[in-house]
């Protein structure tokens, strides 16, 4: 790969004029038509961790967004200038370091764009829906389970929000047409964390990139076209690793801070944890062992100057002074990461994450268990995910067989008639429009992904005010 290729200003269709007088490059342009829509906007009813939170505080998917677009063009600055400044490629320069740093800045504003609601719960209500229905609900009298495609099931079966991104960026964000946004491919493909289809995902390959999807079917001819463009055929985008490495940051710390300022987790408890020789026996290395054991006595550090300046909350204080060092150095971790391995990368061979591969990777795998133990196994979320799930299957099972029957020769019943009715009148054109000219079993899966974009579109709190208005709950 290379990166005269890989900054592909290409967008899906062509803009009719250009000015001469905006000095802005393509990517910075991407960025204004982000920001401005709504499908950004949504982020805000968006969670993060905590679903319906009514605290100020706690962070939701555009607070978390914004922190990962910060952290995704820091990573950039440091990492292409790292490279400059040792010559480590001679085709590197700083137009095309301020080119990375712009696209990394979007894709940290939209990596999360294609997530339903209730964070990443709802994808899994999502996919468990499927595998709970493909084999009950018949079409043409056969159950959808046999009738589809093996792609189009597998879609459906390992749901993803990543691959959801992808659709709602090209074709459901219908302002102008059904190109979506005309967001850049360079920016598309950054995103593309998972460049395989849902036949190809093998989570125990050892190579990152075949984790999840990264497209649904009905994207196929545009990835193969984003990806030949940029010349990232078979293999991650480079600039995908230090995205991913920029969320990965970004909510390790961010739960850990969160976790305490709701009393989840208290100082005490995670000083011990970190301290758990099933942490520390993570670093590979002396010098892994230190920077980790440095990063706990900072902790301290900070905790007893909290208390020495007699500060209301000292544990909180400490804390929360304290992930930002830890992002600081896991930051610095995940730049060393990537240029180590930057031959690898842009050869299309790596397959870990930078982080897993630098000094912090001990420190990260111990925020995320402390984060899961305290945190994702709590009686709270656990009761809000039980009711998150209860309204994503609801609003499936009333749905998705009424898109069933819907665009056919079959009259769709009066209750049928209205839910599609409810279905966002934008995502119901851009179906017509790429159902036009398709058979019967395209058409279906169509419709089904129909549905999914309808629900993925939600926030969490128009989910849940539309799953009462429909049971009738005031």
């Avoid at 204004?32 to 009514?54: G, N």
């Avoid at 490279?83 to 095309?96: A, N, Q, S, V, W």
Wanted: some cysteine; glycine content about 4%; overall charge negative.
């Amino acid at each position: 790969m290379n990166w005269e290729q890989l900054l592909c200003e290409k967008r899906q269709s062509k803009s009719k004029s250009k000015n001469s007088k905006d000095l802005r490059n393509e990517f910075q342009k991407d960025y204004h038509r982000i920001i401005c829509s709504a499908s950004f906007r949504r982020l805000q009813d968006k969670t993060q961790v905590f679903p319906l939170d009514k605290s100020d505080f706690v962070r939701t998917r555009l607070t978390h967004s914004l922190e990962v677009s910060s952290f995704a063009k820091s990573l950039g600055q440091t990492a292409f200038q790292y490279l400059i400044d040792k010559d480590i490629d001679k085709e590197l320069t700083t137009e095309i370091k301020d080119k990375a740093c712009s696209i990394l800045e979007c894709a940290g504003l939209l990596h999360d764009i294609g997530n339903p609601p209730f964070g990443h719960f709802g994808e899994d209500s999502i996919r468990n829906w499927f595998e709970s229905n493909l084999t009950k609900i018949e079409f043409d009298g056969t159950v959808l389970d046999e009738y589809l495609d093996e792609q189009m099931k597998n879609d459906l079966l390992h749901f993803e929000g990543n691959a959801q991104a992808l659709r709602l960026l090209t074709k459901l964000h219908y302002l102008v047409d059904e190109n979506g946004m005309h967001l850049t491919y360079a920016l598309l493909n950054t995103l593309i964390k998972y460049p395989v289809s849902s036949c190809e995902t093998d989570r125990h390959s050892g190579d990152i990139k075949t984790k999840k999807m990264g497209y649904y079917l009905a994207e196929k001819d545009l990835f193969d076209d984003i990806t030949s463009s940029t010349g990232a055929v078979d293999c991650r985008y480079p600039l995908t690793y230090l995205l991913e490495a920029a969320d990965d940051i970004a909510y390790l710390t961010a739960d850990i801070e969160d976790a305490v300022k709701k009393g989840f987790l208290s100082y005490h408890q995670l000083i011990e944890k970190l301290r758990s020789e099933k942490y520390i026996s993570e670093c590979v290395d002396e010098n892994e062992r230190k920077n980790y054991t440095n990063m706990i006595s900072l902790l301290e550090t900070k905790y007893q100057n909290a208390k020495a300046k007699r500060i209301t909350d000292p544990e909180l204080n400490a804390v929360q002074n304290w992930v930002i060092s830890v992002q600081g150095n896991l930051l610095y971790c995940a730049s060393y990461g990537f240029t180590k391995n930057y031959r690898s990368i842009m050869d299309g061979t790596f397959t870990k994450e930078v982080l897993a591969v630098s000094y912090g990777n001990a420190m990260s795998k111990a925020l995320g268990c402390i984060a899961y133990e305290y945190v994702f196994r709590s009686k709270p979320i656990l009761k809000m995910e039980i009711s998150a799930g209860k309204i994503i299957n609801f609003l499936l099972d009333n749905f998705i067989p009424a898109a069933v029957h819907y665009d056919t020769k079959s009259e769709l019943s009066p209750m049928e008639d209205r839910l599609m009715s409810i279905v966002s009148e934008n995502y119901r054109e851009i179906y017509s429009i790429y159902s036009a000219d398709k058979n019967d079993k395209e058409k279906l899966y169509l419709k089904l992904l129909l549905v999914t974009d309808f629900v993925c579109g939600m926030t969490d709190s128009y989910a849940k005010r539309l799953y009462q208005e429909l049971s009738g709950i005031e």
